[in-house]
């Protein structure tokens, strides 16, 4: 409970840093960020498995590119959803996802190793 915790205080703060970052994103309050990053992770946890499935062949035929609508189409349902979180222009469609993805990677290892009970690895 407690690492599902930080995962959400990570990507609500990854969500702050692509507010800052990436014109086009909008987030009023760290309250709608904290929602955000719940609904991001219920979003890629359902629905982005479902997208990604069907729309397989044009990953396959754009190498790998298609996969980055995806993850803004999700970024995207995601900031319908969410009152106080907007996204604007295809622009930050397409690169908020990649910014909140290598800064909440950023975050979620500093918050890992700096928290030794969190790792997984260290509770075999």
Same mark, same amino acid.
């Given at each position: ?20 970052? $990436? =014109? !086009? ?6 309250? #709608?960020?904290? &929602? %955000?990053?719940? *609904?991001?992770?219920?979003? /890629? ?36 959803? $969410? =009152? !106080? ?6 622009? #930050?469609?397409? &690169? %908020?996802?990649? *910014?909140?993805?290598?800064? /909440? ?20």
């Amino acid at each position: 409970m407690l690492s599902y915790f930080f995962t959400v205080l990570a990507t609500a703060l990854s969500l702050l840093v692509v507010d800052l970052v $990436v =014109p !086009g994103v909008d987030i009023s309050t760290f309250v #709608a960020a904290l &929602v %955000a990053g719940v *609904v991001i992770g219920i979003i /890629n946890s359902s629905v982005r498995p479902v997208m990604s499935f069907f729309s397989l062949p044009l990953t396959i035929l754009t190498l790998g590119l298609f996969s980055l609508i995806v993850n803004g189409i999700c970024f995207w349902i995601a900031s319908v959803l $969410v =009152p !106080g979180f907007s996204v604007h222009g295809l622009l #930050a469609i397409i &690169v %908020a996802p990649i *910014v909140l993805s290598f800064v /909440n990677t950023f975050l979620t290892q500093y918050l890992v190793d700096r928290n030794p009970q969190l790792n997984i690895k260290n509770q075999a």
